[in-house]
């Protein structure tokens, strides 16, 4: 069955990076499209960053120049470099796959940018 599973998150300073990772399993990874989503209490969760098959990326215009996509497709997991964040990138962040008409989260993980 599709499994998504993040890791990577944590405390950071501001202008700090992390980089978050997302292991998939249970579907022919290189053949789908996968997005990073975030959501903060209160908030609806929000499309980050997606990365193609083919690995062409595209960012919310926030994180545009500091956040990168990238994918192992022989490892089947997909990355989320971060770079100069800032407390308004704290969030928890998630991985997402579509397939068909279903949606698989993962269980999300925390990132706090913080002094």
């Known amino acids: 069955h599709v499994q998504v599973m993040e890791s990577g998150g944590g405390l950071v300073q501001p202008g700090g990076s992390l980089r978050l990772s997302c292991a998939a399993s249970g579907f022919s990874f290189s053949n789908y499209l996968m997005n990073w989503y975030r959501q903060t209490p209160g908030k609806e969760r929000e499309l980050v960053a997606y990365?193609?098959?083919?690995?062409?990326?595209t960012y919310l215009d926030s994180v545009k120049g500091r956040f990168t996509a990238s994918r192992d497709d022989a490892e089947n997991t997909v990355y989320l470099q971060m770079n100069s964040l800032k407390p308004e990138d704290t969030a928890v962040y998630y991985c997402?796959?579509?397939?068909?008409?279903?949606?698989?989260w993962g269980q999300g993980t925390q990132v706090t940018v913080s002094s």
């Open positions: 990365i193609s098959g083919g690995g062409t990326s």
């Open positions: 997402n796959v579509d397939i068909g008409l279903r949606r698989y």
